[in-house]
């Protein structure tokens, strides 16, 4: 992953909240002319979105694409479910991972690379509720130390 993303449709942040993130990997989107349309404006939600195999493909389920408003009649499904573009092998390889108990399958952005759109997802295990008040703790000392970086500069 030595390229940057050139832009960020959609982050997953409450992903980093809800999860422990242990692998992921970038895969491409079978979308419709009008879904791509209504992403380059910003007009979608990964919030409650998961993939799961099927049939030996990969799907991206509950993520939320809203209409384009230029279409009319030929608009899309808000909600239904796209294929997600990867190999056999990856496809196999996180799915053995996702099988093990705890574990699923979460997108984490959506971004644009080389006129594409990209999704990264990842193989995640649910945080426990301490998990979640240990994470908030850390992030509050590395701010606290920050703040105290930053005034011990100035004076």
């Known amino acids: ?16 909240h809800d999860y422990h993130v242990l692998e992921s990997i970038e895969a491409g989107l079978s979308l419709v002319g009008t879904e ?14 998961y993939a799961r195999v099927k049939d030996g493909e990969m799907w991206l389920h509950n993520s939320y694409i809203a209409t384009y408003d230029q279409a009319n009649r030929f608009n899309h499904e808000t909600n239904r479910p796209r ?35 990209k999704v990264l997802i990842a193989v995640a295990r649910g945080k426990k509720q301490y998990d979640k008040r ?3 703790a850390e992030r509050e000392a590395t701010r606290e130390i920050a703040r105290a970086l930053k005034e011990a500069v100035r004076q």
């Open 83 to 117: 294929k997600l573009l990867l190999h056999k092998g990856e496809i196999s390889r996180l799915n053995v991972l996702a099988q093990e108990a705890g574990k699923t399958l979460i997108p984490l952005k959506m971004y644009d690379r080389k006129g594409e759109i």
């Open 1 to 16: 992953m030595a390229d940057k993303p050139e832009r960020v449709y959609s982050t997953n942040r409450k992903a980093f």
């Open 134 to 136: 240990e994470s908030i």
């Open 36 to 49: 791509v349309k209504s992403i380059r404006e910003g007009k979608v939600n990964l919030r409650e979105a």
